[in-house]
């Protein structure tokens, strides 16, 4: 692509332009350039189509319409001539998924944007080799607060988040950008998200800093070890330990996610103490998960969701005992998405207390259930919409066939489920059923499959007429 008739072509419809987005792009563009084109942007996106080294990305391959300068005590960059500030950009949305040297080219961009509240950059592709390249060279957090002073939403070093979130940080941008504008009182400064992984020379000490500073206003938090450290033997990966560096209070905050992070049940239980508003957990791949962080859990009035993965290592990983499971369960009502996965601890007086959570909408037992003998008990679950079985080895006929109030139902490698019982389920004249995936379980038929998915056509069908 030529990129200067490109430019040349934007101008004609750049003083209209409010969002652009390259999506799966195979050049270097000349990104100051076409921002400079176009001074109405408040939505810039650049996503490569694969990744390439970082030095592909190092430099600029139009030269810019001014010369830009590092290291002014403002922060700006400036016009070498008659040192006035040089054209501020209007953006509050910045995606640039793409490994940018960040003195090279990631600063040049949010020097001159500081109206910016969400900043996604360098997300990983989770099959690609990101974790080859140093991720110091391309993510500062220090760095992005110092040049945009007014962020609220940054996820970097991420495997990318769906189009889904990536929408709704679209729209809250456009919400921010409104209240600037009717210059509201009540307008809020502070981090309100963040959404990152550890990579080569990022993490712990990079990322800690930036939570202390924020404990007041974090509403949603994501953390998670980097490729770098799941791939590579030789990769230390960081000491997550000075957690409990953070002493604060963390009064917002209700998205609490911690994949594949090394630190002892005591931190654990430490921070979440501090988090008397959770609604929603995710701790996976986890080595501890002592009988004391159920207490706390049982003490968060709030909470609805929870993802609790145990670490598959050759060391058993220290669990609660069956019975403190049992107490939890017992005790919990207000949990209405549990999913439960790996390491096979979930026995048949477990699966009993989980069905006396009365208001449980969604459960997932994925790879946890293995021993189990029965599952008959979850006929209990009234309100039940989705249920997802992973390598559940008892008797399912029985139960499958009553839970006709079910809408979407997913069962891997299940052996004891029959043609005949999900016949009788989808069948049922007061059926809610729209959605069943089987996979691996190795008795059902494909011209049940098939009379299945006519079934559930038919019947959405007959309810969008209705």
């Not at 009993?352 to 679950?381: C, F, N, P, Y």
Request: negative net charge.
């Amino acid at each position: 692509m030529d990129q200067s008739r490109f430019i040349s072509a934007l101008r004609h419809i750049s003083s209209q332009l409010k969002e652009l987005t390259f999506d799966h792009h195979s050049q270097n563009i000349a990104l100051l350039r076409v921002l400079e084109t176009c001074p109405k942007l408040t939505h810039f996106s650049f996503s490569v189509n694969s990744y390439a080294p970082p030095d592909v990305y190092d430099t600029e391959p139009l030269s810019t319409t001014t010369m830009l300068y590092e290291g002014d005590d403002d922060g700006m960059s400036r016009h070498p001539s008659n040192n006035n500030v040089v054209q501020e950009f209007n953006l509050t949305y910045l995606c640039l998924n793409a490994v940018l040297h960040k003195d090279k080219r990631t600063a040049p961009i949010l020097r001159r944007c500081p109206k910016l509240q969400c900043l996604m950059i360098a997300n990983i592709e989770a099959d690609s080799d990101f974790y080859k390249w140093p991720s110091e060279k391309s993510v500062d957090l220090n760095m992005f607060f110092q040049l945009c002073p007014l962020l609220q939403y940054i996820e970097c070093n991420s495997w990318g988040t769906s189009r889904k979130q990536q929408e709704q940080w679209r729209e809250r941008a456009r919400q921010q950008k409104n209240q600037q504008q009717q210059q509201e009182k009540k307008y809020s400064k502070g981090l309100r998200e963040l959404i990152t992984r550890e990579a080569a020379g990022y993490g712990s000490n990079e990322i800690i800093p930036t939570i202390q500073q924020h404990t007041s206003t974090l509403e949603i938090l994501s953390l998670g070890e980097g490729v770098s450290t799941m791939t590579r033997q030789t990769a230390n990966p960081s000491d997550w330990t000075q957690l409990e560096q953070i002493t604060q209070s963390l009064p917002q905050l209700h998205t609490f996610s911690c994949k594949y992070l090394k630190f002892s049940g005591r931190v654990l239980v430490g921070f979440l103490e501090k988090c008397p508003r959770l609604t929603e957990l995710t701790l996976w791949c986890m080595l501890e998960l002592p009988d004391d962080m159920l207490l706390v859990l049982n003490q968060l009035p709030h909470l609805t969701k929870l993802d609790l993965g145990v670490a598959t290592t050759s060391s058993r990983a220290t669990l609660p005992s069956e019975t403190s499971w049992c107490w939890f369960f017992n005790q919990n009502n207000t949990l209405r998405h549990l999913c439960l996965r790996w390491g096979h601890f979930v026995t048949d007086s477990v699966v009993d207390a989980i069905a006396s959570i009365e208001h449980l909408e969604e459960l997932q037992l994925v790879h946890t259930a293995k021993w189990a003998t029965t599952m008959d008990t979850l006929r209990g679950l009234t309100h039940l919409k989705r249920l997802e079985l992973w390598t559940v080895n008892a008797p399912l006929d029985s139960v499958l066939k009553d839970l006709y109030w079910l809408q979407d139902i997913q069962l891997i490698g299940c052996s004891e489920v029959s043609c005949h019982s999900l016949r009788e389920l989808v069948d049922h004249p007061n059926g809610m059923l729209s959605k069943l995936r089987i996979q691996r379980c190795g008795s059902i038929q494909l011209r049940t499959l098939e009379y299945i998915e006519n079934k559930l056509a038919s019947r959405q069908q007959e309810q969008q007429q209705a």
